[in-house]
């Protein structure tokens, strides 16, 4: 949108694309949808300032680092778990153990999106290698990086101040060390901690659905291609009823 119609529009758009989810969201009268979903919009302000006052620098811990983490991105994952709790009148056990599902998703996917950001496919992705890095975000298997060679340090500033030429040399650093695998451990810690999350519901074609679906995102090479393939339909089945679903409880026909 930005690249077609500028940043105005873009911007005019997202503040409308945010009016329209506040009002579906209230249209459910699912009671504390709302002001969950507030709070978690706040929550993802606040991770985003954290992450913009700490840009272009390098002292960013791990432990700030999640710090941003839980505000920008798990905080949102964790409402859609509530969220979907609260839509099936769902008792408050559930309601907290999908919303902690969500949370650890949350974290274990923008950690892997930090690893393919120093080590995926530039094309696959549609982004260069270490773009986050160049736009001031220091993502975690940097970090790992930094704390285990400290020399690294200088090579990053050159790279935040766009030379691209430092690039590489950072993602060889990050390899080297060891850090990308670092990284990915603690992605895969999240997510059992995701699937753990799940162990109060009960044992259905959803629960396992969820429990693939934290793997796959973390452990892609774990996945089996025929259960991916089983639980892939029946995902595609439930978003059509639940759309529809949905869209009567909206307009007062459910």
């Known amino acids: 949108a930005r690249i077609l119609w500028g940043n105005a529009a873009s911007v005019l758009g997202g503040d409308f694309l945010l009016v329209r989810a506040l009002e579906l969201t209230a249209a459910t009268g699912v009671i504390g949808a709302l002001g969950d979903l507030l709070a978690a919009i706040g929550r993802m302000i606040d991770g985003e300032a954290l992450q913009l006052e700490h840009r272009g620098r390098s002292d960013l811990d791990a432990a700030g680092y999640i710090d941003v983490v839980d505000g920008k991105t798990a905080s949102l994952f964790a409402w859609c778990g509530r969220a979907g709790a609260r839509l099936a009148a769902s008792d408050a056990a559930a309601t907290d153990a999908l919303g902690a599902y969500g949370l650890h998703l949350g974290r274990a996917f923008q950690i892997v999106d930090d690893v393919l950001d120093v080590e995926g496919d530039p094309h696959a992705l549609g ?57 990915r451990e603690l992605a895969q810690q999240e997510t059992a901690r995701a699937v753990a999350a799940l162990d109060p519901l009960p044992e259905t074609p959803w629960s396992e659905a969820l429990r693939y679906i934290a793997v796959e995102r973390a452990e892609p090479a774990r996945v089996d291609p025929d259960e991916a393939d089983a639980i892939g339909r029946l995902l595609r089945v439930e978003r059509s009823q639940t759309a529809r679903l949905l869209v009567g409880h909206v307009l007062g026909r459910a």
């Open 127 to 183: 982004k260069s290698v270490l773009s986050d890095v160049r736009e001031g975000k220091l993502t975690l298997p940097v970090l790992f990086a930094l704390e285990r060679e400290p020399s690294l340090r200088a090579i990053l500033d050159a790279c935040v101040a766009a030379d691209a030429d430092d690039a590489g040399d950072v993602a060889a650093a990050v390899a080297r060390t060891g850090a990308a695998a670092a990284a």
